[in-house]
């Protein structure tokens, strides 16, 4: 949810802030200044982060989707990484939430689930296989359709469908030093949170159905 | 003096301003840290996708994207992976941005098949606010190529903003140490600064969709007849920014070219009810004239952010006429009108 009063920035007039020394009214700085600063931060700063869908085969030539080239009944096989890219971090030390859809198919009819995680950059496969499965910054959907489709995801450990975040213990796995310039060109270090987003997809039936991952959106969102 | 951004966002606490009672200087000092993180955080300009183009050994493919950036930002992270075309590994790729300008970068390791091979590539390019295209090209050598698999690009954050004089025409990030010795007075170093911030800073959230091909290497339609660019509809949503806006206007265009005559691009959206069309008349690849659509834009009392519950699903269509229309790119951004 917002963090903002008014869901909203507030106008403020030039004559607002001229003048020195003169007294602020209330309700201009609770308002007009904290509550405008804490809705551009909740609403303006989000970018998003991924926006595929795979073209249209007949006017790209492309498969339009990626499927892992193995694959076992009931088991969770690495499909994509997206990013890294740089997640702001919240007040309470957990990352802005990520808003995620997943557009997949099964080729066969068998249930196919896939996984989404939000993991500091970098983390090997495999531990991400064993322990984000069962994590709350992790979304699942399933589908049984061979058409591609936006699916409806939950989390397992919140109530907020479609939407991802990371703990306080993985933004500091995630915080990194980077080096940057500044105006001029001197070289100046500073911090920040890098991210990746894995996909998982398992199948029911590995005899038959295949998970195929045909689109990924994450926007972010500070909840 | 300094202009410093955290590295996490501040969030000064709204019960701390009541009538009688102003705000201490050490919340002034948290406002004033806010409105540097709203001008020093960096935009994401290509939201990553999944390129899927074949680059053959000794060829170069150049990815045009078309944006809006921000006057803060001052290096660009391009970022993405490449695997090996086939079995026969060894292959190195070459990058440049802009496209065919910019320092090249060689990214040395045997790239083998199946195996994507990660490369993040720092641009430094001259500050500027206006619209304008921003490229990368990307050179295969050895084996038989390589598969561009994933691209995206981001400013690099401002850790710090500049100390003296203003970067933004009229707008300064605050001193910070302003605010601690004047607090809950107007004052054009303290007050001032953030309240220009408010009016006209720049922290948007700029790329909405992006979707670029190599230009040698099109999706292309012959004749009339819309046929679909996407598989489905892409959920997009703009920031929301005063408080009564339910939509966002965004800009659009695409780079592209007709064999002859003309053809169109059409543009949808599921839940704004955008239908837009651009005509596309040269036989040379150029970005069509800017168009701006209005989309929704997040609604803040939900958990999701979505209104309604709906997403916005974008389309796109294309078609030629008495000949070919090649499409290259479709660009969507935030230009903060």
Redesign the interface.
């Known amino acids: 949810?917002?963090?903002?009063?008014?869901?909203?920035?507030?106008?403020?007039s030039?004559t607002?802030?001229?003048?020195?020394?003169?007294?602020?009214d209330?309700v201009v700085?609770?308002d007009?200044?904290?509550?405008?600063?804490?809705?551009?931060?909740?609403?303006?700063?989000?970018?998003?982060?991924?926006?595929?869908?795979?073209?249209?085969?007949?006017?790209?030539g492309?498969?339009?989707y990626?499927v892992p080239?193995a694959y076992g009944t009931d088991t969770p096989v690495f499909l994509?990484?997206?990013?890294?890219?740089?997640i702001?971090?919240?007040?309470?030390?957990k990352s802005y939430r990520l808003?995620v859809?997943v557009?997949g198919s099964s080729s066969g009819g068998a249930a196919c689930k896939f996984y989404v995680c939000m993991v500091p950059a970098g983390s090997p496969v495999g531990r991400t296989d064993a322990t984000e499965l069962t994590d709350a910054h992790l979304t699942t959907v399933t589908t049984v359709s061979s058409s591609?489709?936006?699916l409806a995801g939950t989390s397992n450990r919140n109530?907020?469908?479609?939407?991802i975040e990371a703990d306080p213990a993985r933004v500091e796995l995630a915080?990194r030093v980077?080096n940057?310039?500044?105006?001029g060109g001197a070289t100046?270090?500073?911090?920040?949170?890098e991210f990746q987003i894995y996909v998982f997809g398992s199948t029911a039936n590995a005899g038959t159905s295949a998970p195929r991952l045909?689109?990924l959106?994450a926007?972010e969102?500070?909840? | 003096m300094s202009r410093t951004v955290p590295w996490a966002r501040p969030e000064p606490s709204l019960t701390r301003v009541y009538a009688g009672g102003p705000p201490s200087s050490t919340e002034w000092y948290q406002y004033g840290q806010l409105a540097n993180f709203l001008l020093g955080k960096g935009a994401q300009h290509v939201p990553e996708y999944v390129p899927e183009l074949t680059i053959g050994s000794g060829s170069t493919a150049n990815l045009r994207f078309r944006t809006k950036t921000r006057g803060s930002a001052l290096q660009r992270v391009w970022y993405g992976s490449v695997r090996a075309a086939s079995a026969v590994s060894g292959v190195t790729i070459d990058v440049q941005a802009p496209a065919g300008t910019g320092t090249l970068a060689t990214y040395p390791a045997p790239i083998a098949w199946r195996r994507e091979w990660p490369f993040v590539y720092i641009e430094a390019p001259a500050t500027s606010a206006s619209e304008q295209e921003i490229s990368i090209s990307i050179k295969a050598t050895g084996g038989t190529g390589v598969v561009l698999d994933r691209l995206g690009c981001f400013d690099v954050d401002r850790p710090q903003l500049e100390d003296a004089g203003s970067e933004f025409g009229s707008i300064t990030g605050p001193h910070l140490e302003a605010l601690l010795s004047r607090q809950m007075i107007k004052s054009d170093i303290g007050f001032g600064e953030i309240a220009s911030v408010l009016r006209s800073g720049d922290a948007r959230r700029v790329g909405i969709f992006q979707l670029a091909t190599n230009d040698n290497a099109p999706w292309t339609k012959a004749g009339a007849g819309y046929v679909s660019l996407l598989t489905l509809g892409v959920p997009i949503l703009g920031h929301k920014d005063l408080i009564a806006d339910t939509t966002r206007k965004v800009s659009w265009s695409v780079y592209a070219k007709v064999s002859s005559g003309t053809g169109n691009v059409q543009i949808a959206t599921s839940h704004s009810g955008v239908l837009d069309t651009v005509t596309v008349s040269s036989v040379a690849y150029a970005w069509t004239a800017t168009r701006t659509i209005s989309i929704d834009c997040e609604d803040l009392t939900t958990v999701d952010g979505l209104p309604g519950g709906v997403w916005d699903l974008l389309t796109a269509q294309f078609q030629g006429g008495v000949g070919t229309i090649s499409l290259a790119a479709l660009s969507i951004w935030n230009d903060g009108a």
């Open positions: 949810m917002a963090t903002s009063t008014l869901q909203g920035r507030v106008r403020t030039t607002e802030s001229s003048g020195d020394d003169q007294p602020l209330t700085v609770k007009a200044i904290v509550g405008s600063l804490l809705h551009m931060a909740d609403s303006h700063v989000a970018q998003v982060r991924v926006a595929w869908i795979a073209p249209n085969t007949t006017v790209s492309a498969q339009g990626i080239p994509s990484a997206f990013g890294p890219f740089p702001p971090v919240r007040a309470s030390g808003r859809r557009a591609a489709a936006w109530a907020y469908n479609n939407v915080r980077f940057t310039i500044k105006p100046i270090s500073g911090e920040r949170t045909h689109g959106v926007q969102y500070v909840g």
